[in-house]
């Protein structure tokens, strides 16, 4: 490697970093979440969570305008990889998408095929890859894991969470009210204007940004799919011309301006916020209720047969090729690490179960379970397996 590349390393290079310290950092909060909701101190954690900030609660503060912040760097990173990226051409979105589509299909199956009447609304919750938690655990295993499967994986895990926001305002958006609706595709349209006029000062987009959250918000579509859209709005250069964030577009600009407090500050926070599960005080049977088991079965199971075969068969079938110094076997531990569906997952069992505490109980028991199992079947995989050998010149 080049003093160059050590001085400014890749855009890729520095996500990929980034993801995997954040994952660990998650982790983190996760462990202290169920800690705390399981000792003396977990009414006083539920009571904070419950405490009014002027018109909305702590917890929906967290779930409702900070995630609409994490909202807005997937999809400034979704935009950046279908421009210039790693999805830039269908050649390198075939088997990432196929993956992907795999990966939403099985794990929805599996875990409608545990449930039926109202739990059937939660068949999206282990569909969502979490793409930190899956990088942190990758970030263990150094190089052992081909550079190839980390791009497989980020990309992956794009296309995930591009379905994820599909779903989210297709299946789970609430009655809408047209007034703000309207007004919404007004600020849009503004944002659209800026864009085409070549606006490139990133304060006007974020003040209308914020206008735009309040108004999806009162609209009835949730309130964090805001970020996405104002993201799409955002312009960007395909090929900034130095590394110096003067000459960057305001796209580069704003995704690495929230890389550092969206992984290590609010991604942790709501992983505090909603992984903390008082599993001693729930009844016996929520361990294997069918959510619980729909969605720790979906991740465990479901994410491995969508992940894994739809990506065998594409490759047997000659649709996309194998990553490149990377095996069979690798794949499979790649495929278990796409099971980890902890933030996602979280944040769709909230617009599932609505008000309904019993429900987001047995879910989240299955996310951490699954996502659990699922990390440390993948992490033992790829500890172990070896690379593809490359064949001997004939």
Not at 122 to 127: D, E, L, S, T, V
Not at 363 to 380: D, N, T, V, W
Not at 382 to 389: C, D, G, I, S, T
């Amino acid at each position: 490697m080049t003093d160059y590349h050590r001085i400014h390393p890749s855009a890729l290079r520095r996500f990929l970093d980034a993801q995997s310290s954040a994952g660990l950092v998650l982790m983190g909060a996760a462990a202290a979440a169920l800690i705390i909701a399981n000792s003396p101190l977990g009414p006083g954690y539920e009571a904070l969570l419950h405490l009014y900030i002027g018109p909305l609660s702590l917890g929906h503060w967290i779930n409702d305008a900070l995630m609409a912040v994490f909202f807005l760097l997937v999809g400034l990173e979704i935009k950046r990889e279908m421009l210039d990226g790693q999805l830039s051409s269908w050649s390198r979105r075939v088997l990432p998408g196929i993956a992907a589509a795999g990966g939403m299909i099985a794990p929805a199956l599996v875990y409608v095929a545990f449930n039926q009447g109202a739990s059937v609304h939660g068949w999206a919750i282990p569909a969502a890859t979490d793409i930190a938690f899956a990088l942190g655990v990758i970030s263990l295993l150094g190089s052992r894991v081909p550079a190839s499967l980390r791009i497989f994986l980020t990309a992956l895990a794009i296309i995930d969470d591009l379905g994820a926001v599909v779903i989210i305002a297709f299946f789970y958006t609430a009655d809408l009210s047209v007034i703000d609706l309207a007004a919404a595709g007004g600020v849009v349209a503004a944002l659209i204007a800026l864009n085409r006029f070549k606006v490139r000062r990133l304060s006007p987009y974020l003040l209308l940004g914020i206008v735009l959250w309040v108004l999806v918000y009162r609209s009835g579509i949730h309130a964090t799919l805001a970020g996405v859209v104002l993201a799409l709005t955002i312009p960007m250069d395909r090929t900034p011309a130095r590394p110096d964030s003067e000459t960057k577009s305001p796209l580069h600009r704003l995704e690495h301006f929230l890389h550092l407090p969206v992984g290590f500050l609010i991604v942790p926070i709501f992983g505090l916020a909603n992984a903390g599960v008082p599993v001693l005080s729930l009844p016996a049977e929520a361990l294997a209720a069918p959510v619980t088991l729909g969605v720790a079965l979906g991740l465990l199971i479901g994410k491995v047969i969508g992940v894994f075969g739809f990506s065998m068969l594409a490759i047997r079938f000659g649709f996309a090729d194998l990553p490149a110094h990377a095996s069979r076997l690798q794949m499979l531990g790649v495929a278990f690490l796409c099971g980890i569906g902890f933030t996602m997952s979280l944040f769709i069992t909230l617009l599932a179960f609505p008000g309904e505490a019993l429900l987001q109980s047995e879910a989240k028991i299955g996310i951490l379970a699954g996502s659990f199992l699922s990390g440390i079947i993948g992490y033992a995989i790829l500890r172990w397996a070896q690379p593809e050998r490359s064949k001997p010149a004939t």
